[in-house]
């Protein structure tokens, strides 16, 4: 049985490439936020899903390896994927949608948000051009909104 890429899994495809980023993250409230920067590759999987693997470096001077991997589920009409990263011991499973624009894709996600308890959070990834994307991370605070705490704004290569 072999699927047939739809409009969401070329939609999927423009992140192939390779890229890189620049980003601040706040990891505490009363932190001021820290940079980092690093490269990502991201490869197509059979024109279905794409597989997104980043190396940067972390705040403290260490290495950081990251792999997403998104795809399109046409039975649930949801984007869906996955986020792990050699920092941590988290397998994060998005559930997203694309807006209407069709140059933003919201992916929802639980993981740990401190002090032992889970939380909702949500990755979001804007097309500004076919050569610059930008990624912000929010977590829903006690007051139940969202709250941006990371950013990532992603470059292609020039080849």
Known sequence: MTAEAQKEHRW?????GEWTYEGEAVMAP???PVRCAGTEIVRSLGGLWVVAEGRGEMPDGGRATTIMTLGYDPHRKRYVGTFIASVMTHLWVYDGSLDASGAILTLDTEGPAGDGRMGRFKDVIEFKSDDHRLLTSHLTGEDGKWHEFMRASYRRKQQ
């Open 12 to 16: 999927l495809q423009r992140m192939a």
């Open 30 to 32: 009363d932190q001021p």
